[in-house]
């Protein structure tokens, strides 16, 4: 059943459990583990402490006005924070954005989110940082527009989140985390 946003928006704010909105329709939200939950707060935690004006995961974000509405990991302000309503429901002016990959979100996440991600005005960052082994991979977009991905490996790497000036360790994304040999990098 297709509806609009302000009526998902009064279902979500009566909802136990949260939801993305995705062309007119809810989108039920993986869940959030603790392994993710730990990299999540570890990650924004650093990028606190690099003075970025961060946001955790309980914010919804217009990343296409009237496709998709949703949750990101976390999000980093570049500019003065926007929203739809005076209720400050929802973010309309990321500027990056950090989702936290599983097994079990992958598809969504580096599917159709990130498409929609490409095309969010405001967004000059998203980030996938990789639930199961030490790894992130940033998009940037570029002056011309185009999207330009790199990525780092291993807990003994740095990753450059450059619209925020700033460069984050892994070994700091990933502390507390439990990693297999084979997955440590």
């Given at each position: 059943m297709r509806m609009s946003l302000d009526e998902f928006l009064q279902l979500e704010e009566q909802?136990?459990?949260?939801?993305?909105?995705w062309e007119g329709r809810i989108r039920a939200r993986t869940p959030v583990?603790?392994?993710e939950s730990l990299i999540a707060v570890n990650l924004l935690?650093?990028?606190r402490e690099k003075e970025q004006d961060?946001?955790?995961s309980n914010l919804l974000v217009e990343v296409t006005p009237g496709e998709l509405v949703a949750y990101s990991d976390g999000i980093a302000l570049i500019d003065e924070p926007q929203f739809t309503d005076s209720r400050e429901l929802v973010l309309t002016n990321p500027g990056v954005l950090f989702e936290?990959?599983?097994?079990?979100?992958s598809e969504w996440d580096r599917g159709e989110k990130a498409r929609h991600y490409r095309g969010c005005p405001t967004l000059r960052q998203f980030t996938f940082v990789n639930a199961e082994t030490p790894e992130v991979e940033v998009w940037t977009r570029g002056n011309d527009g185009n999207w330009c991905a790199q990525s780092w490996q291993g807990l003994d790497?740095?990753?450059s989140?450059?619209?925020?000036?700033?460069?984050v360790s892994l070994a700091e994304i990933y502390?507390?985390?439990k990693f297999s040999d084979t997955q440590s990098g």
């Open positions: 909802a136990e459990a949260t939801s993305d909105f583990y603790y392994r935690c650093e990028l961060v946001l955790g936290v990959v599983s097994a079990e979100s790497t740095v990753c989140l450059d619209s925020l000036n700033c460069r502390d507390g985390v």
